[in-house]
């Protein structure tokens, strides 16, 4: 039994929105409630005398139930909260930002007192009130005496009295975000804007126009707010990142987490009677800044086709460049940048527009994405989106923390590169892996393909069908017909020409310390290993068979670093795995011994 007193006639002034400083009170029950997008936990409380079971934590408390520190009968005292909201079927629910775990529920070993639900002993006692009254030879108290209290000008949550109003002049209610229901209404927000995407037009079978969505936050939570059209245009100027703003009459629907990188399971549209009003007071000094939930670079393989925040350290920055997208008939700018971090991993990340051209900074620089999209292109990299912001060496601690790491031996390490053809320069270091690897761990099994890096020597080139006479057309590769009257068709093009073009694609045996394996090495590739152009080393086999069989065995027994793609599938019933070169390098002796170094220290820490 425990020693520690609950505070009494807590649960009825909490509900009632009485402000009380820090409650004590039992945890009866806990219930975990799986969203679109985040878990959120439901606690059961009573103060000895009521209970109530809707207090809702704030999702940075969820691991205080995921390890047992707060588990049924626990004694809690709370320290920050906010004040109760109507939200489905009339229930009053409490956000707890903030709790004290004061005894386990190991060392309380019971429940205290004998509670009742708060709910159903008001819901008896107003019955008893109404019997009362209905009883027709009892005093009856004057009309006059049952009227409801005046207003004590008390303001809800938000504190002062600046919430937005209706068009017919009604102030709203200023609700915390992590509250925020499509089932309210006549509801406001007061929050920070911490991130704010560019002005984009759209098109599509239902029309046309343009958008802009930016983020919001306050002490329960961020919520993506998006822009259309008429909306778009009266508001864009007037939202500014990091200024707190109140924001009354939009529209909630479920999250798109594909799109959308908040912890909440709604997102907010605008409409046309939104009222948006800039807050200065006091109170919105009290609103918190941008948040993170950075992801580690050798995770982000995990969280494909999402949205996500992570930090890293600049590598390599890559010239402002332009591409034409074809889709849309456009220019657009274009940089790639390379970032590592603690977890020994390096991606590519693609800048686009405004990021790309404003981006400058030198290398080692700590560089924040938030809210950055991860592809699985090229095996793993990321790219901006409308929405992403990109901040240089930030004031936060993790940015220190990394830039420590870096400074005092990160720069030196090996790292896993997860793009392919990315790496900073020509460095190959990435996943490291032995030709036996292949086998012994299963690589390409899965539903997508293995990038690893090796070590290895080529042992032969076979010189057999490794060249075909192409289109010459440059956007066509396929392979044409020879008419035998000097012209040669393509098929896909529809078209004939007097000449081709020659494509080359090698299958070679390689081998490292531990096996050996088939590859397979397209153009590209195979013209770097060859150091000649497919067209000069189709003229050398229909001029001069010598020299064609002495550039192909101008590879054997050379060692190079290879970037491979290991993928299986099956051809007449009979699964086998296919090896394809993505990138090769010649060998650098400098890069290896990083590698080699960085295995030591591994095996030296087991």
């Not at 924001?247 to 909630?252: K, Q, V, Y």
Request: aromatic content about 6%; glycine content about 6%.
């Amino acid at each position: 039994m425990s020693s520690i007193a609950l505070t009494q006639g807590a649960v009825q002034a909490l509900l009632r929105g009485d402000e009380v400083s820090n409650p004590v009170l039992q945890c009866l029950s806990f219930k975990k409630v799986q969203g679109p997008n985040i878990e959120r936990i439901k606690l059961a409380l009573s103060d000895g005398v009521h209970s109530f079971g809707t207090v809702m934590l704030g999702t940075n408390l969820n691991h205080l139930v995921n390890d047992g520190t707060l588990d049924a009968n626990s004694i809690v005292r709370l320290t920050h909260y906010q004040s109760p909201k109507m939200v489905q079927n009339g229930k009053k629910v409490i956000i707890c930002l903030s709790l004290e775990v004061v005894q386990s529920g190991n060392e309380v070993g019971e429940r205290i007192g004998d509670p009742v639900n708060y709910a159903q002993a008001s819901a008896n006692d107003a019955r008893a009130v109404q019997n009362e009254i209905l009883r027709p030879n009892q005093n009856r108290m004057p009309a006059s005496a049952m009227q409801s209290p005046k207003p004590t000008g008390k303001m809800p949550f938000g504190g002062k009295g600046d919430a937005p109003t209706t068009p017919g002049g009604t102030q709203t209610r200023v609700m915390p975000i992590g509250s925020l229901t499509p089932y309210q209404n006549k509801w406001a927000i007061r929050a920070r804007v911490t991130q704010k995407g560019a002005m984009r037009e759209w098109k599509n079978a239902r029309g046309e126009g343009k958008l802009f969505s930016f983020t919001v936050l306050d002490d329960s939570g961020d919520i993506k707010v998006t822009c259309f059209k008429e909306e778009a245009d009266k508001f864009f100027s007037m939202v500014e990142v990091g200024k707190v703003f109140c924001i009354a009459n939009a529209t909630l629907k479920p999250a798109n987490p594909q799109y959308n990188s908040t912890t909440h399971d709604y997102e907010m549209t605008l409409r046309r009677d939104t009222v948006i009003t800039l807050s200065e007071d006091d109170d919105a000094k009290l609103v918190p800044k941008i948040q993170y939930n950075f992801k580690k670079i050798s995770e982000l393989g995990n969280h494909v086709n999402t949205l996500v925040d992570t930090i890293g350290i600049l590598k390599s920055a890559e010239d402002l460049s332009s591409v034409m997208i074809r889709s849309q008939n456009r220019e657009a700018k274009v940089r790639k940048i390379n970032l590592v971090d603690e977890s020994n991993a390096e991606i590519q990340v693609t800048l686009w527009g405004q990021e790309a051209e404003k981006f400058t900074s030198e290398e080692s620089a700590v560089v924040v994405l938030k809210s950055a999209k991860v592809s699985d292109f090229g095996g793993c990299s990321m790219s901006t989106i409308g929405s992403t912001t990109v901040t240089i060496n930030p004031d936060i601690p993790e940015a220190f923390s990394l830039k420590q790491w870096y400074e005092t031996g990160g720069k030196s390490q090996a790292t896993q590169v997860l793009t392919t053809g990315s790496g900073g320069g020509g460095n190959m270091a990435a996943n490291w892996k032995t030709l036996a690897d292949i086998k012994t761990e299963n690589l390409g099994t899965k539903e997508k393909p293995d990038y690893i890096t090796v070590k290895a020597t080529v042992l032969y080139c076979k010189k057999e069908n490794i060249l075909y006479q192409a289109c010459p057309n440059d956007q066509c590769n396929k392979k044409v017909v020879d008419l035998q009257n000097g012209s040669y068709r393509c098929e896909k093009c529809n078209s004939e020409s007097p000449n081709f073009k020659y494509r080359v694609i090698l299958n070679m045996h390689m081998a490292d310390e531990f096996d050996s394996t088939w590859v397979t090495c397209f153009q590209d590739q195979a013209e770097i290993l060859l150091n000649m152009t497919a067209q000069q080393l189709g003229d050398l086999k229909d001029s001069n068979e010598q020299e064609y069989e002495a550039a192909l065995k101008s590879v054997d027994f050379k060692s190079y670093f290879f970037k491979l793609r290991v993928k299986s599938d099956k051809f007449n019933d009979e699964e086998r795995t296919r090896v394809t070169i993505m990138n090769v390098s010649p060998m650098s002796n400098v890069d290896y011994i990083k590698k080699l170094t960085t295995d030591i220290d591994k095996l030296m820490n087991l």
